[in-house]
């Protein structure tokens, strides 16, 4: 075991020029090593009662740590070209899969650079809600969206953000801004009583 976990170490470490990298992938290439074995106490992924009471530090606190090492956890998990961001997005894979509901955080994106709603809604939205694929209510149906628009926006973004039944977090897309998921909401909700252009193309193909 000791030689496999040395391999895994040295395996393709994660470049610091690649934000998109999701969770998962930065802990296959630099946590898995310890912390599926439990190695020098690190708390293994899966174990519920070992996260959950790390997990109360909260996301900053655990990503202190990460960078700057405790105990038998190295610096940056050992691998030195790990961003802060990096870090963070492997911790919150960790701690979902051990029982936690934390959302991913979104690639920063330099300012004026966002996508408008109507943009967000095309482009990552409107495969399942222009269809009403898995139940998802569709842009333009107004009954479909009573039940959630009532509640009012905010609870509908929030939803939005960290997924719900079929829907996923961000619609699927991690990097989405909460600005952007809050504008293609509005959109969808205030095209209440039209069909959305491709409402009915989508519909045909299926
Ligand atoms: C060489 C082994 C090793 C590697 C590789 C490693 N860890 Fe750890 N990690 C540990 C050990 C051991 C602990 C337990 C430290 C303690 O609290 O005693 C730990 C604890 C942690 C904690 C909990 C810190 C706290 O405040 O309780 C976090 C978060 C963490 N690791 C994240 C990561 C991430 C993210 C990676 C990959 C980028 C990683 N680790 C890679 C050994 C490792
Ligand atoms: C893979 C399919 C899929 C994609 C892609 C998707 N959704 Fe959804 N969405 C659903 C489903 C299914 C529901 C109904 C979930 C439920 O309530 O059980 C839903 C529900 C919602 C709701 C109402 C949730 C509530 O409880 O308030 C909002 C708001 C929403 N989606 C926003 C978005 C936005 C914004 C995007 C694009 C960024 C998006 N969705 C992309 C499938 C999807």
């Keep these: 075991m000791a030689a496999l976990a040395a391999m895994a170490c040295a395996a393709a470490p994660v470049g610091a020029q690649e934000p998109g990298f999701r969770g998962v992938d930065i802990f296959d290439s630099a946590c898995y090593a310890?912390?599926?074995?439990?190695?020098?106490?690190?708390?293994?992924?899966?174990?519920?009662?070992?996260?959950?009471?790390?997990?109360?530090?909260?996301?900053?606190a655990l990503t202190e740590n990460a960078l700057k090492g405790v105990r038998g956890m190295p610096p940056h998990g050992g691998n030195s070209s790990l961003t802060r961001l990096q870090l963070e997005r492997a911790i919150v894979y960790m701690v979902n899969a051990s029982g936690g509901d934390w959302v991913e955080p979104p690639d920063p994106r330099p300012a004026g650079s966002e996508r408008s709603g109507a943009q967000v809604y095309q482009q990552h939205c409107a495969l399942c809600h222009a269809t009403g694929f898995d139940n998802a209510p569709r842009i333009g149906d107004r009954a479909a969206w009573l039940p959630y628009t009532k509640l009012g926006l905010d609870p509908m973004v929030r939803t939005a953000i960290r997924g719900?039944?079929?829907?996923?977090?961000?619609?699927?897309?991690?990097?989405?801004?909460?600005?952007?998921?809050?504008?293609?909401?509005?959109?969808?909700?205030?095209?209440?009583?039209?069909?959305?252009?491709?409402?009915?193309?989508?519909?045909d193909k299926r």
């Excluded at 809050?182 to 959109?187: E, L, P």
């Design 34 to 60: 310890c912390h599926t074995e439990g190695i020098d106490g690190a708390p293994r992924i899966g174990d519920r009662a070992a996260w959950s009471a790390r997990a109360e530090k909260g996301l900053d």
């Design 164 to 203: 719900h039944g079929a829907m996923p977090p961000r619609g699927g897309k991690a990097n989405l801004t909460d600005a952007e998921l809050r504008d293609a909401v509005i959109y969808m909700i205030s095209a209440e009583d039209r069909r959305g252009p491709k409402a009915g193309k989508a519909e």
